[in-house]
């Protein structure tokens, strides 16, 4: 059984955004030769998440609405305990943690097997400096 790691560097510029890593981690199933068997996307920080949904840019609007009256924006330590110790992303440790942490994906031919529409997304919820994301693929 063969086994590949590599890490994506991330750096979106915004406090909230999505960005499809779809042909990234296609390229390194590609590259790893795996026929058959798992890869697994991880966003390595408790303030970013790895997910799978439609490329429509619209329900990424709906999500960072939805997002944001769920887990409002709020620096202040008044509304987040979190941020009295001096942080100000409470609210983005808690988008993660709806959106989720990683993904695994069946590989099939040596090709991502999806359904139809499906995407691999990396969701930043507290922006602005270099994340991990780790790839990992398993398999013949």
């Known amino acids: 059984m063969k086994s590949v790691t590599e890490h994506l560097v991330l750096n979106l510029p915004a406090r909230m955004a999505f960005l499809n890593i779809t042909p990234r981690v296609e390229e390194i199933v590609r590259k790893s030769g ?12 408790i303030t970013a998440s790895v997910f ?3 490329d429509e840019p619209g329900l990424h609007e709906d999500y960072k609405k939805w997002l ?41 031919k040596g ?13 930043e919820f507290d ?3 270099p994340k991990r994301v780790l790839v990992k693929v398993i398999g013949e």
Request: aromatic share 8%; charged share 25%; glycine share 10%.
């Open 127 to 129: 922006g602005r400096r």
């Open 34 to 45: 795996v026929q058959e068997g798992l890869v697994l996307v991880n966003a390595m920080h």
């Open 111 to 123: 090709k991502l097997d999806f359904g139809p529409w499906e995407q691999i997304f990396y969701g």
């Open 52 to 54: 799978i949904n439609d």
């Open 68 to 108: 944001e009256g769920l887990a409002p924006f709020d620096a202040s330590p008044a509304r987040y305990a979190h941020n009295r110790t001096g942080e100000d992303n409470a609210d983005a440790h808690m988008k993660r943690q709806i959106m989720g942490r990683e993904v695994v994906v069946a590989i099939t």
